[in-house]
């Protein structure tokens, strides 16, 4: 966030905040495979799920 660069190997695991604006970067010319999946169902089960409409942009100053 914020510009901050957070680098990641083979096997890592890697977790993000539900609201963090992100992005991946792939810069070698290396095959790069993530796996991601969401908690979506599970918070509107409990009534607990948020959307933010209006995300801030990228790069944003919050």
């Not at 660069?5 to 991946?24: A, G």
């Amino acid at each position: 966030q914020n510009g901050q660069k957070t680098s990641f190997n083979q096997y890592d695991v890697v977790t993000t905040p539900s609201m963090w604006v992100h992005e991946y970067v792939n810069d070698t010319d290396e095959i790069q495979v993530r796996l991601r999946y969401s908690n979506g169902a599970l918070l509107e089960r409990l009534n607990i799920h948020y959307i933010d409409e209006n995300p801030p942009a990228h790069g944003a100053a919050n």
